[in-house]
């Protein structure tokens, strides 16, 4: 018997890949840091990750799409949300321990799904705004703003939020015809040109073998990060999707001790459990409801004779 998942089981599933690639591509590029400024870094991955997008398109016949007129405002919005997000947060990221800087990044989900229950009538029940809330709390946990993990870098890490958020709004109002691997490309092609314009005010640094290896890395994982956050964001509702951002954590702690020698702390691992937590119970909440509507949907009403 084959298994049945919902649109939002697909969402959440979708999600949590993303955030797993993206949290391996901060990792190469806190390490990247050590060999090139973060302007460079970015124009440099933007090649890399540019040349695997429009192979990949062009192999799936995407590559001369033509974007509808209704969609090219969404996808100017999401290139803009993008652009910002990546240049403050990796300004946050490479001044500022991993853990940290993807914990801040954790109130997306909050944010979005408020935005999306505001700018796009989702409706939201009070279990899921009580589970996010959950998850919300855990994150201040980790954060612990006045420690000393919490600088003036942490206010970059905000700003990526709400750049974060409009492009995460733009991707869900993109019509279904448009390619994912189409608009990563855009995206890439995007935040690789304003890399290199600001790479011009910085002093150029001398591009290693380990420099270009670690790049290379980035890339892969960065284009799983694109695609798979575009597919998320267009499958299931915003205010059940988001809160399985909150799994990063997870990775970061678990990158950031083996790759950095982090070692998270009580609070961290606490205030991680409860973020885990809320995800988990969400994702059960939706398991439990589909199966009830498609419980429903089997009975079928007596016939008169």
């Known amino acids: 018997m084959a298994i049945q998942f919902s649109d939002n089981m697909r969402g959440a599933a979708f999600m949590s890949i993303s955030v797993a690639a993206f949290v391996v591509n901060d990792t190469t590029m806190k390490l990247v840091a050590e060999h090139l400024g973060i302007f460079q870094a970015i124009f440099l991955r933007g090649i890399f990750t540019s040349l695997l997008l429009a192979g990949l398109c062009l192999y799936k016949g995407h590559l001369a799409y033509r974007v509808p007129k209704g969609d090219r405002l969404l996808i100017c919005l999401r290139l803009v949300g993008e652009i910002g997000g990546a240049i403050f947060y990796l300004t946050a990221l490479f001044h500022m321990p991993i853990a940290n800087a993807t914990a801040i990044l954790q109130a997306l989900p909050l944010a979005v799904t408020l935005a999306g229950a505001i700018f796009l009538s989702e409706t939201v029940g009070w279990r899921r705004y009580f589970a996010i809330a959950a998850g919300f709390i855990g994150v201040l946990m980790v954060v ?39 608009v990563s490309l855009l995206t890439s092609i995007a935040v690789m040109i304003v890399g290199a314009i600001l790479a011009l005010t910085a002093d150029w640094q001398p591009v290693t073998v380990e420099g270009v290896s670690l790049l290379a890395m ?35 702690i678990i990158l950031g001790f083996f790759v950095f020698g982090d070692i998270p702390d009580t609070w961290t691992i606490l205030g991680s459990l409860i973020i885990v937590g809320s995800g988990v119970y969400t994702f059960y909440r939706e398991r439990h409801v589909f199966r009830k509507q498609n419980k429903s949907a089997d009975v079928k009403p007596l016939e008169r004779t």
């Open 144 to 182: 612990r703003p006045g420690s000393d993990g919490f600088n003036e870098f942490s206010i970059y890490a905000i700003i990526a939020v709400l750049f974060i958020v409009l492009r995460d709004l733009s991707t869900r109002r993109l019509s279904a015809a448009v390619p994912s691997l189409f």
């Open 218 to 252: 980035a890339s892969l994982f960065i284009i799983f990060g694109y695609l798979f956050s575009v597919m998320a964001m267009r499958v299931g509702d915003i205010s059940f999707t988001s809160p399985f951002r909150y799994t990063i954590l997870i990775w970061a």
